[in-house]
């Protein structure tokens, strides 16, 4: 699997000829060819502009199935998206591995400014690797649950601040989940979640965690991961 990151919090994992996004806010990425990917999964964590991002241009031309919490799942239909409408609960089957839904802390609402359900992150689980992309939280105590039930090996954490974690519980969340590898996101897009990358990186560090800051311009075979 490829792993890249796209900027803000949108990534790509590329399994084999499939690519799947997360959070497809893609257009501000001109390194970033999207019409040159066979993306058959668009999962959106929840329904502000930053994550919904350009996924109903995407989904329309790539006829990518769109996989949300029901509530967003069904705008998507309204725009005349296949979805896949899911809940927290349980395991979902794909192709490619599986991926389960799981509460984040954060307000949400549709990009009309309809309900939109419950704000998610979403534990993915592709030949062998466990990767948690927290959507955007606060540190929540759900997180040492996460680390119970799924030991995620690749944490991808808010540290933006304002409307997420900051640097200091990002680090504090990167203890409690145990992952292996911590990748940071959601920082530097707006003046609002400016983050200082350098004490992040040391604050992970000292818990004997692997911090990975993606540069969003890179190509993708670069951030190979096993
Ligand atoms: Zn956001």
Not at 35 to 62: L, Q, S
Not at 94 to 104: E, K, M, T
Not at 144 to 168: F, S
Request: aromatic share 10%; net charge negative.
């Amino acid at each position: 699997m490829d792993i890249r990151y796209l900027g803000h919090s949108a990534f790509q994992f590329k399994v084999g000829e499939r690519s799947i996004l997360v959070d497809p806010f893609v257009k501000q990425n001109d390194k970033y060819d999207w019409h040159a990917e066979n993306i058959t999964d668009i999962f959106v964590t929840h329904g502000h502009a930053d994550h919904v991002g350009d996924t109903i241009e995407i989904a329309r031309e790539k006829g990518s199935t769109v996989s949300a919490v029901v509530e967003l799942a069904d705008y998507f239909a309204r725009e005349g998206l296949t979805t896949n409408r899911v809940n927290f609960g349980s395991w979902l089957n794909y192709p490619w591995g599986r991926a389960i839904f799981v509460p984040a802390f954060h307000s949400n609402s549709l990009p009309d400014g309809g309900h939109a359900g419950q704000a998610a992150g979403i534990i993915f689980d592709i030949e062998g690797v466990r990767i948690y992309h927290a959507g955007d939280t606060a540190l929540t105590s759900e997180m040492k649950l996460i680390k119970e039930l799924y030991h995620p090996t690749i944490a991808m954490l808010p540290i933006g601040g304002h409307y997420t974690m900051d640097i200091g519980h990002a680090a504090v969340a990167a203890e409690w989940l145990g992952a292996r590898t911590v990748i940071p996101m959601h920082y530097n897009t707006f003046p609002e979640i400016k983050a200082d990358l350098e004490t992040f990186y040391k604050l992970v560090n000292m818990n004997n965690t692997g911090c990975l800051i993606l540069n969003p311009d890179e190509i993708p075979n670069q951030q190979q991961m096993q």
